[in-house]
Nanobody, 123 residues
């Protein structure tokens, strides 16, 4: 199957920076959109940023101008550079990818999620 492995979370002071990475591995035929979401305990998971295979990006209003999403298609990896971090950015961040795998010669797409990485911003 497909695995998404995230890294780069941690504890940082307000105003600091972190860079998250998420690498897809396994039976990957193609990866379409990739993105980052975040979720606080008891709240709904919300979109942070997405990037298409062609490089088009989309951001939540709350992170525009501070976060940058990018991807390396050769490495099946998506990144999230987070600058000017605020305490309200504290959450568990999840990587998402729309991955196509070959099943009996036919490409089949499904959504996959990483295990989540904690980002904590202290004031």
């Amino acid at each position: 199957q497909v695995q998404l492995v995230e890294s780069g979370g941690g504890l940082v002071q307000a105003g600091g920076s972190l860079k998250l990475s998420c690498a897809a591995s396994g039976n990957v035929f193609a990866i379409n959109a990739m993105g980052w979401y975040r979720q606080a305990p008891g709240k709904r998971r919300e979109l942070v940023a997405t990037v298409t295979s062609g490089g088009s990006t989309n951001y939540a209003n709350s992170v525009k101008g501070r976060f940058t999403i990018s991807r390396d298609n050769a490495k099946n990896t998506v990144y999230l550079q987070m600058n000017s971090l605020k305490p309200e950015d504290t959450d568990v961040y999840y990587c998402n990818a729309a991955v196509s795998i070959l099943v009996l010669g036919t490409a089949t797409q499904a959504d996959y999620w990483g295990q989540g990485t904690q980002v904590t911003v202290s004031s």
